[in-house]
């Protein structure tokens, strides 16, 4: 083992590999759950790097980028609104995870055997199949993953799209793993599993011949993606697509996808996004006669309806034609230009904000969110060409200062404080 400290960082080449579930046993393994790096957040210039990657090749075969303005700023959106919750508190996948080895484990296996290392990599990812098919036939936890499926188009900033509270139904299908795989081990293959499925969310990267056979592909996930009638509920895998074959829910790709969910929300407002499937659960619900036609509504796949099979019907699934116009902003070029700097501004500070996030008080932590959530919310709005888009940015700038002046945060640029003072 190397020393704990020199684990921390994080080598180009590892960065690479860890993005494809490449690192071996020796270079992963930890003792202790506090030792084992936080490679999502040490990942991120891998992701940018990668995005603009797919951005030249998709421009130097097809002459035009890979998706829209648009849409991929509500997804990288939807991606800080899901790591958020990590500035106060340890994600409840690791906290039950770790409560249940405590109290009721029934072996320890060893944290540094590589027997121990590739047994957890196929029992993560075989829980994964479990939650995500799960996550698409049970509505309460569609509610969450739907965020991942409203993307109309398909690329590398689709993977950051991630619901908020999908994580409270997901650990769920990890806790077995609890009575006998240590929380350290566990923590690697959480995070590299996730990390896997980045690179095939894209459309530059066709057939992968053998390796169609075993792995999760951009083939097969653009499938998942699809709302086409023969991609619903098809190809569940996370790392290996071994698992969708044995339970019968593969669909190799064939006509042309249209990506989404099946009734479009037409909207880029990151909250909406977000929760406007469990207001449609609420209303449901209330409106459903019968309290076991109630319980369904909640439980039963998202396509049921009183007399329907638990996931519904095929036919009940609109058409695609090939021909459907994704929903685009209507503002001007220049609203999206000012909203992409905005948020290039706030990515800045969203990193700065988890890299100090030690040294800062909780009421600066929790002022910091609130302003992130503004600005989220206002690039939304101004995308949506919403009617009070000019007052809440207006609002967002004076909060900014506010938050300048009292110390709760910083320029990036120190020869702009004069400026912020005047």
């Given at each position: 083992?190397?020393?704990?400290?020199?684990?921390?960082?994080?080598?180009?080449s590892?960065?690479?590999?860890?993005?494809?579930?490449?690192?071996?046993?020796?270079?992963?393994?930890?003792?202790?759950?506090?030792?084992?790096?936080?490679?999502?957040?040490?990942?991120?210039?891998?992701?940018?790097?990668?995005?603009?990657?797919?951005?030249?090749?998709?421009?130097?075969?097809?002459g035009?980028?890979?998706?829209?303005?648009?849409?991929?700023?509500t997804?990288?959106?939807?991606?800080?609104?899901?790591?958020?919750?990590?500035?106060?508190?340890?994600?409840?996948?690791?906290?039950?995870?770790?409560?249940?080895?405590?109290?009721?484990?029934?072996?320890?296996?060893?944290?540094?055997?590589?027997?121990?290392?590739?047994?957890?990599?196929l029992?993560?990812?075989?829980?994964?199949?479990?939650?995500?098919?799960?996550?698409?036939?049970?509505?309460?936890?569609?509610?969450?993953?739907?965020?991942?499926?409203?993307?109309?188009?398909?690329?590398?900033?689709t993977?950051?799209?991630?619901?908020?509270?999908?994580?409270?139904?997901?650990?769920?299908?990890?806790?077995?793993?609890?009575?006998?795989?240590?929380?350290?081990?566990?923590?690697?293959?959480?995070?590299?599993?996730?990390?896997?499925?980045?690179w095939?969310?894209?459309?530059?990267?066709?057939?992968?011949?053998?390796?169609?056979?075993?792995?999760?592909?951009?083939?097969?996930?653009?499938?998942?993606?699809?709302?086409?009638?023969?991609?619903?509920?098809?190809?569940?895998?996370?790392t290996?697509?071994?698992?969708?074959?044995?339970?019968?829910?593969?669909?190799?790709?064939?006509?042309?996808?249209?990506?989404?969910?099946?009734h479009?929300?037409?909207?880029?407002?990151?909250?909406?996004?977000?929760?406007?499937?469990?207001?449609?659960?609420?209303?449901?619900?209330?409106?459903?006669?019968?309290?076991?036609?109630?319980?369904?509504?909640?439980?039963?796949g998202?396509?049921?309806?009183?007399?329907?099979?638990?996931?519904?019907?095929?036919?009940?699934?609109?058409e695609?034609?090939?021909?459907?116009?994704?929903?685009?902003?209507?503002?001007?070029?220049?609203?999206?230009?000012?909203?992409?700097?905005?948020?290039?501004?706030?990515l800045?500070f969203?990193?700065?904000?988890?890299?100090?996030?030690?040294?800062?008080?909780?009421?600066?932590?929790?002022?910091?969110?609130?302003?992130?959530?503004?600005?989220?919310?206002?690039?939304?709005?101004l995308?949506?060409?919403?009617?009070?888009?000019?007052?809440?940015?207006?609002?967002?700038?004076?909060?900014?200062?506010?938050?300048?002046?009292?110390?709760?945060?910083?320029?990036?640029?120190?020869?702009?404080?004069?400026?912020?003072?005047?």
């Amino acid at each position: 083992m190397k020393n704990p400290e020199a684990q921390q960082d994080v080598s180009v080449s590892q960065g690479i590999r860890i993005m494809f579930y490449m690192m071996k046993p020796n270079e992963t393994s930890f003792r202790t759950l506090e030792e084992v790096p936080d490679y999502v957040k040490k990942a991120t210039p891998f992701f940018i790097s990668l995005m603009l990657l797919e951005l030249a090749v998709s421009w130097i075969r097809k002459g035009k980028p890979p998706g829209r303005v648009d849409d991929s700023l509500t997804s990288m959106s939807a991606g800080i609104l899901s790591r958020l919750p990590r500035l106060f508190s340890r994600s409840i996948e690791l906290t039950s995870y770790v409560y249940i080895w405590e109290n009721y484990r029934l072996i320890g296996l060893p944290w540094d055997s590589p027997w121990t290392w590739y047994l957890t990599f196929l029992a993560v990812d075989f829980g994964y199949y479990w939650f995500h098919r799960m996550a698409h036939e049970v509505n309460i936890m569609w509610a969450g993953h739907q965020t991942h499926h409203s993307s109309e188009d398909y690329n590398l900033s689709t993977a950051l799209r991630q619901s908020v509270f999908q994580v409270y139904t997901s650990w769920i299908f990890y806790s077995p793993l609890a009575l006998f795989i240590p929380p350290s081990v566990y923590a690697v293959h959480l995070q590299f599993n996730l990390l896997y499925q980045f690179w095939i969310h894209t459309e530059v990267i066709g057939n992968l011949g053998p390796l169609e056979l075993i792995l999760n592909t951009p083939s097969h996930h653009r499938v998942h993606h699809g709302r086409n009638r023969y991609c619903i509920d098809k190809n569940y895998a996370g790392t290996l697509i071994i698992w969708d074959r044995i339970f019968g829910t593969f669909e190799a790709e064939s006509e042309k996808v249209v990506y989404g969910l099946t009734h479009p929300i037409n909207t880029f407002e990151p909250f909406k996004v977000q929760f406007h499937y469990l207001i449609y659960i609420w209303t449901t619900f209330w409106a459903t006669p019968g309290f076991f036609n109630k319980f369904s509504v909640i439980f039963k796949g998202p396509g049921w309806s009183p007399g329907k099979p638990r996931l519904g019907l095929s036919e009940d699934i609109p058409e695609v034609t090939g021909k459907e116009v994704p929903f685009s902003s209507l503002a001007s070029q220049l609203i999206k230009i000012y909203a992409v700097v905005q948020f290039a501004l706030l990515l800045a500070f969203y990193e700065d904000t988890f890299a100090d996030k030690a040294a800062l008080s909780q009421v600066t932590l929790l002022l910091r969110v609130c302003f992130i959530l503004l600005t989220l919310t206002s690039i939304g709005l101004l995308l949506d060409q919403r009617p009070k888009a000019a007052l809440v940015e207006t609002l967002r700038c004076l909060v900014f200062l506010t938050l300048w002046r009292f110390g709760h945060l910083k320029p990036f640029i120190p020869s702009l404080s004069l400026a912020f003072e005047l």
